[in-house]
Structures are given as C-alpha cells and as structure tokens.
C-alpha cells in the first residue's frame, strides 16, 4: 500500500496475513468457477429450452455465487478476530446458517414470486457448488 509521506510516497506493509490472502484467492477462484460453471448451465438450457431456461439458471447460479460471498465475507471477520478459537468457531457456524438462509431466501424468491421454473433453477446450484468439493477434501 502506497501512503503520501512528507518525502514523498512511502510503501507501508500491509496487515493482511498469508492465511487471509490464501483465502481471498480461494474465494476469487471459487467465484471464476461458479460464473463459468452458471454460464456453462445458461447456455445449456438456451440450447435445449431456449430463453424460457436461461433466467432461472442465471439466478440459481446467482445465489450459489451469493453464498460464496457470505462464506468469504465470514472469512475476513474470523481472520480480524485472531487466534480466538472460540470466536471463530461461532463465525463459522454463523456463516453456515447465514448462508443457508440467504440461499433459501433467495431460492423463494425466484421460484414464488419471480415464478422462475424451479427445474433450471436447481440445475444451476448444485453446478456451481461443485467448486467448494476440492476445497473441502482432504
């Protein structure tokens, strides 16, 4: 980070740790996946059921990619929390059940009110939750 000091311009280092910027780089492939992997699921049901599908994929793989946000959102705050074990722990499990009921909200949304066709809808988010499978093995 580059700060105006009084003989001119003074690179500071930056607060952020290797852990915090592994996982900023995690996030940002995770989301590059999921638009690649919703637009891939779009261009799918334009070819088989033309514009009528491309909506509700859209907007399924849109709040698959909403809940990576909150996941990575949740990530910066345990990172500012420090070694607290247990304030990370209930960040972690705060995320889960933020995102699940950001991804439920949204899914009622586009499937009560935008009346989006809940086929296309579905197929675009386990699509795009595939990324988080290399994540998370071992």
Do not use: C, K
């Not at 980070?1 to 492939?29: D, E, K």
């Not at 991804?103 to 086929?119: D, E, K, N, S, Y």
């Amino acid at each position: 980070m580059v700060v105006a000091g009084p003989a001119g311009p003074v690179r500071r280092a930056s607060r952020m740790s290797s852990a915090n910027i592994q996982l900023r780089h995690a996030m940002r492939r995770l989301l590059v996946l999921q638009l690649v992997l919703t637009t891939i699921v779009a261009l799918s049901g334009f070819v088989w059921q033309g514009l009528i599908a491309v909506r509700p994929a859209l907007f399924g793989g849109a709040s698959a990619m909403v809940g990576t946000l909150v996941i990575a959102w949740y990530g910066r705050r345990a990172e500012r929390a420090g070694a607290s074990v247990a304030r990370n722990a209930s960040l972690i499990y705060g995320s889960a059940i933020i995102r699940f009921a950001i991804v439920m909200v949204l899914l009622f949304v586009g499937i009560a009110i935008l009346r989006l066709q809940p086929v296309w809808l579905f197929a675009a988010g386990p699509p795009d939750r595939a990324p988080f499978l290399p994540v998370s093995l071992p």
